[in-house]
């Protein structure tokens, strides 16, 4: 049984791009949420999927999208980066009990 | 508006002995509370839970205590070993019991150190 996985590892992008962060979701798990952690603060959270549809969304604007595919799988995308957005992504499955997270993208924007 | 707080960003302990981590809450309708733990260049990793209908939870070496009366909980490590050093997280939920389906809440996170 694969854990969750996220890539990019590393990512640098320049103020005013777009950004597309993947994830592959635990086998078996049908809900997937993203959370942003800024240095020194803990995980917030971003939005949810559940079986392709968002399921719950934090307070970040609307240029924070995503997407939820069949297999479970998702994408984070961020459009119009900000400084402030650079930060670790996490990503994270479930299905009935636990939330499990992915090691992260790290996100800087210069 | 921090909902949950941690208000010590770092403990350090010498192995063997116990380790206390404490967690405030203020939202009333969490429900479900959980432990995580982060080494550097890791995601979280899920240690331990509990729900609102419970004042203890114990697994191994780690359990956890609910004070819904003071909003408090705490994760106490008991023998703490040097490979506990570790960012612990404090995470809350509400509207489930399970903390899968509903967003957490986490606090900012307190740095263990555990020296041999």
């Known amino acids: 049984e694969t854990g969750v996985t996220q890539s990019p590892t590393h990512l640098i992008k320049t103020r005013g791009q777009q950004v597309t962060l993947r994830c592959s979701s635990q086998?078996?798990?049908?809900?997937v949420s993203w959370y942003q952690q800024a240095l020194g603060q803990g995980p917030q959270f971003i939005f949810q999927y559940y079986r392709e549809e968002e399921n719950g969304r934090g307070n970040f604007p609307p240029r924070f999208s995503g997407l939820q595919f069949p297999n479970y799988s998702s994408e984070l995308n961020v459009n119009a980066l900000e400084l402030d957005d650079s930060a670790l992504y996490l990503c994270a499955s479930s299905s009935t009990s636990k939330q499990f997270f992915g090691p992260g993208t790290r996100l800087t924007v210069l | 508006d921090q909902q949950v707080k941690q208000n010590s960003p770092s403990l350090s302990v010498q192995e063997g002995r116990i380790s206390i981590l404490n967690c405030d809450y203020t939202?009333?309708?969490?429900?479900?509370f959980l432990w995580y733990k982060k080494y550097p260049a890791e995601g979280p990793t899920f240690l331990i839970s509990i729900s609102s209908i419970k004042d203890k939870n114990e697994d191994g070496r780690f359990t956890v205590f609910l004070n819904k009366s003071a909003k408090h909980l705490s994760l106490h490590i008991v023998p703490s070993q040097p490979g506990d050093s570790a960012v612990y997280f404090c995470?809350?939920?509400?509207?489930?019991?399970?903390?899968?389906?509903?967003?957490?809440?986490f606090g900012k996170g307190t740095k263990l150190s555990v020296k041999p």
């Open positions: 086998s078996g798990h049908n809900t």
């Open positions: 995470a809350a939920t509400k509207g489930n019991y399970g903390g899968s389906q509903g967003n957490l809440i």
């Open positions: 939202n009333s309708m969490f429900d479900y």
